[in-house]
């Protein structure tokens, strides 16, 4: 095929728009000014700023903390979920099941937000529990949302996994729960991995589900970043950003030479 | 057989206690009144009598504020997703059409923005589109404009977060049907005479259709809702319907009016769905 | 590879001649609907110990979920099966006394050969010692003693195939399911692989059912073929039985090419028989059963027809014209023309050199004798 010029200035022009807004943070993390947007010379004193700060640093051991549950939860749900939908011969609650872990996918943040948190309250009054919001609230909420991303990964993966894997493990005589340890879970175990670490990265993302269901003392990180932002830009926090970033390229960069050594 | 139904009950459960009786409470509560209470809204049935109303509602529709919000997510919404289009089909075309390590790559670069902090890249904008920001810097050392351009605070600078950060929504589903396309289609469609631009016209365009479908669908849909991108890009005038019902909740703290725009605010959503629902069905 | 077995009797080789030896395995009436489908329609079979029976037909004959109902996968609607004189219903797969392979190998892909081969030995409480030697020994069989740490996806495909026989046969199952064996082979691996099953059969003493819609494999292999049609069995038979006397013209035409000649029986006389066609009359050895009026087709195999330039001496002689032919090598497969426009294919052996070879427009004589015309009435 003739190369199209058109296509390669489009193209060209489309990853400067994803990379020049990344790029501009990283560069003025290392700004000597207050002022974001002029350059006043070289410096990583944000990054001293953004280490004495506690509130910040608070906020990432709690953001880590809820996401690591959320996600190792939603893990578990999310792939039992998936199982039953794949797996199991139809019965009355399916369809039920179905709706409930996809609705989640398109439901705006705000409404899950809102409906968990006057959930909590409810139960609160009437059960006793979850007494108060924070922590705990958090991961439900999450927990929930984020399940439904991990029921359509691991979901894919099991429509693709050959059905007689299962059969075959039957016919040399283990039994059903036996099967599911011995062969299904192997086999789709890269989804499980796959599906973690996007719940991880949603939770860790979330500012507007967290701002609903959580309470006093349990800001998590976007929570934190986002007070600081809506009082203006600052510096420490291009710090930040350039440490996320750091950060996932770096997991990015582990996750490719496991791959290559499979 | 016990056991099937322990695996089925336990994610049914989850679910039906966390996703589906929250919006019976949504509902329940949008009925109600607000009240200086713990919690503070009025029960629906006291002493026995049914004491819920559609007065919210009522409210909603009396209130130009809320239709016009509802309006203008849906316009913002729509914009944002034309203009992801025209953004992201080159660049799905693009990809689609390099040769192997390199699609790979590129393929890579689109996704990983995804996987950094989405309020982090919203933030970066307003490092660009401030008064005194990078572009307007930029613009004004090369002399195309004598003062700065008012851009942060406006619904243009929401039209670009939104666009920015939904991308890669948009470019993953286009480029996984123009992948698929068999590129002997586009060479038989020149070898019958068609120039380049008729063939994209009359053969690659139709036949992206459902990857377009799709990520419109995948933009349009949490574009609707979104809060993050009016709070922090737009200015005060910039309604969205995410962005009222936070207000509703955090600012004015009526639980009751929050409610009632989160189940109008669901009827928007499911529409566009049951749309997209439509058209899969139909290709 | 051969087994040492003394010779044995007939009576021994196909007990299915003989009624004294019960069946092993018994088959009763079994169907199985999917809704309003109807997959297997009250097929009824008894297959001996010792047999390679092959369940031979097209796409969606039924013949898999025929199968997979012996394996305890899909619960039969109607009907009963017993192995060994133990009834099957509800016995779950991992319960029966049978092992499957499966078309698609179903080998583990996380686990190594050795893993895979041993998978069923552990699962039925066997030390791992004692299965391990069990492996050893099976993988010697299958040949392949070197490949016991690879992984699935280190191996060929000839290979691949082996390790699941292997699995599939290290339990010593009373019965070996096999879903279209070789049909993942390519056609030389194929033909190989066939005598190396056989004789791994003929060493263990294992029943083997095997599926397959390639009729050559069914051929080779079988101790006997069932041929099936839209859920049901239409013939059962030895192969020689199934080629030289098919029961109906759907399996006449199913195995092999043949001519059927549409008819009338004209007479039927105990030393003779005429069928009238609409290509002449046909003459065939008598029929018992057959009265004369009834609607009947003449089936005649091409390697059944001689053609010559002079009219011989046959009991039936049709004349055409060539219209087109095919060298295959071992032989030429001939089209004619009849004079009535209809064609019938004539394959003569290449036992000289082609030199006589016959060429378009020829007009030729096509002869055969009375034993080769098969009646069918169904």
């Known amino acids: 095929m003739r190369r199209s010029w058109f296509l390669i200035i489009a193209a060209t022009l489309g990853f400067l728009f994803l990379y020049i807004p990344i790029g501009s943070l990283i560069l003025f993390s290392f700004n000597e000014s207050k002022l974001v947007t002029v350059w006043a010379g070289f410096s990583t004193k944000w990054y001293g700023e953004l280490l004495r700060d506690e509130q910040v640093l608070g906020a990432v051991w709690i953001s880590a903390r809820i996401a690591f549950a959320s996600a190792t939860l939603a893990v578990v749900l999310g792939t039992l979920a998936a199982f039953v939908l794949v797996r199991m011969r139809a019965f009355w609650g399916k369809p039920i099941l179905r709706g409930m872990t996809t609705a989640p996918l398109v439901m705006p943040e705000v409404i899950t937000g809102l409906s968990l948190l006057l959930l909590f309250v409810s139960m609160e009054r009437m059960i006793g529990w979850p007494a108060g919001r924070g922590m705990v609230t958090i991961i439900i909420a999450h927990t929930t949302f984020c399940l439904a991303y991990v029921a359509v990964v691991v979901q894919s993966r099991l429509v693709d996994m050959d059905e007689s894997l299962e059969e075959a493990a039957r016919d040399l005589g283990a039994a059903p729960v036996r099967v599911f ?20 990265t949603l939770s860790l993302d979330d500012l507007v589900v967290a701002s609903f269901t959580s309470g006093p003392g349990a800001s998590t990180l976007p929570m934190v970043i986002f007070s600081k932002v809506r009082l203006g830009v600052s510096p420490d926090i291009n710090a930040l950003a350039t440490l996320i970033i750091l950060v996932v390229a770096l997991g990015i960069v582990i996750a490719g030479l496991v791959m290559r050594r499979k | 057989m016990s056991r099937r139904w322990i695996v089925i009950a336990i994610p049914m459960l989850w679910l039906g206690i966390f996703f589906l009786l929250p919006f019976i409470e949504v509902a329940r509560i949008s009925l109600v009144d607000p009240a200086i209470a713990r919690p503070p809204y009025t029960p629906l049935f006291e002493d026995g009598a049914f004491m819920g109303d559609l007065e919210n509602y009522a409210f909603l529709l009396s209130d130009s504020l809320y239709i016009n919000s509802y309006l203008s997510s849906i316009r913002i919404a729509a914009v944002s997703t034309v203009l992801a289009l025209l953004v992201g ?110 063939t994209f016209l009359r053969i690659t365009l139709p036949l992206s259709l459902p990857g377009v479908v799709a990520g419109c669908m995948l933009v349009f849909i949490p574009a609707i809702g979104e809060y993050v991108i009016p709070a922090l890009l737009g200015g005060p005038d910039t309604l969205m319907i995410g962005r009222v019902l936070w207000d509703e909740y955090f600012r004015n703290r009526d639980w009751p009016v929050a409610s009632a725009v989160a189940i109008a605010m669901l009827l928007l959503i499911v529409l566009p769905i049951l749309w997209m629902q439509k058209m899969q069905e139909r290709a | 590879m051969v087994g040492t077995a003394t010779k044995p009797t007939a009576g021994e080789l196909k007990p299915w001649r003989e009624a004294r030896t019960p069946p092993f395995i018994r088959i009763e009436g079994i169907s199985k609907h999917f809704g309003d489908f109807i997959a297997v329609d009250d097929v009824s079979l008894d297959i001996w110990q010792g047999e390679i029976f092959c369940l031979l037909g097209g796409s969606g004959c039924g013949k898999s979920t025929l199968l997979r109902m012996l394996a305890g996968f899909e619960a039969p609607s109607a009907g009963k099966v017993s192995i060994d004189g133990q009834d099957m219903a509800g016995v779950p797969p991992e319960a029966r006394p049978t092992n499957m392979m499966f078309q698609s190998y179903a080998l583990f892909p996380h686990m190594s050969v050795e893993k895979n081969v041993a998978y069923g030995l552990l699962r039925g409480g066997m030390g791992k010692a004692e299965a391990m030697e069990k492996v050893a020994a099976m993988l010697k069989l299958v040949q392949l003693e070197g490949f016991a740490a690879r992984k699935p996806h280190q191996l060929s495909g000839g290979q691949r195939q082996r390790v699941a026989l292997a ?84 399996v006449a035409d199913f195995i092999g090419t043949v001519n059927l000649f549409e008819g009338k029986v004209d007479v039927a006389a105990p030393d003779a028989m005429r069928i009238t066609t609409a290509e002449g009359p046909i003459l065939t050895e008598p029929v018992v059963g057959l009265r004369a009026g009834q609607q009947v087709a003449v089936a005649v195999r091409p390697e059944k027809m001689r053609l010559s330039r002079e009219q011989g001496a046959a009991a039936n002689v049709l004349s055409g014209t060539v219209s087109d032919y095919a060298y295959m090598g071992d032989m030429t497969i001939y089209k004619l023309a009849l004079d009535n426009g209809r064609s019938v294919k004539v394959s003569v052996s290449n036992i000289d050199d082609a030199s006589e070879a016959f060429t378009w427009d020829e007009r030729l004589f096509i002869s055969f004798p009375a034993k080769a015309g098969v009646v069918l009435s169904a």
């Open chain 1, 181 to 200: 340890f011995d062969v299904t879970l192997p086999v789709i175990a890269p989804a499980l991995v796959a599906g973690w670490l996007l719940a991880f």
């Open chain 2, 89 to 198: 089909y080159p660049m799905a075309y693009a990809i689609a059409r390099a040769p192997e390590p390199r699609r790979t790559i590129l393929l890579f670069l689109v996704i990983l923005p995804f996987w950094t902090s989405f309020l982090l890249r919203v933030y970066a904008w307003i490092g660009l589109l401030k008064g005194n920001g990078v572009i307007n810097n930029v613009l004004l050392w090369m002399g195309v404009i004598d003062e700065p351009l008012v851009m942060l605070q406006t619904d243009f600078a929401v039209y670009v977060g939104i666009v920015y950060t939904y991308l890669p929504f948009m470019i993953l589903p286009l480029y996984a049907t123009l992948v698929k396309l068999d590129e002997s289609l586009m060479e038989a469609s020149a070898d019958l005479g068609a120039s380049r631009a008729s």
């Open chain 3, 167 to 250: 699995r599939s046969l290290v339990k010593r199952p009373k019965l070996l399911l096999l879903d279209e064996p070789l049909g993942a082979l390519d056609k030389k691996l194929r033909e190989e692989t066939q005598f190396e099953l056989m004789n791994i059969q003929d060493q263990l003493g294992v029943t083997f059912i095997v599926v397959t819609h390639d009729q050559e494999e069914a051929m080779t292999l079988a101790t006997r073929i069932g041929v099936m049609d839209a859920g049901r069995i239409v013939q059962v038979g030895e192969p020689r039985a199934i080629y030289e006397r098919p029961g109906s013209r759907f």
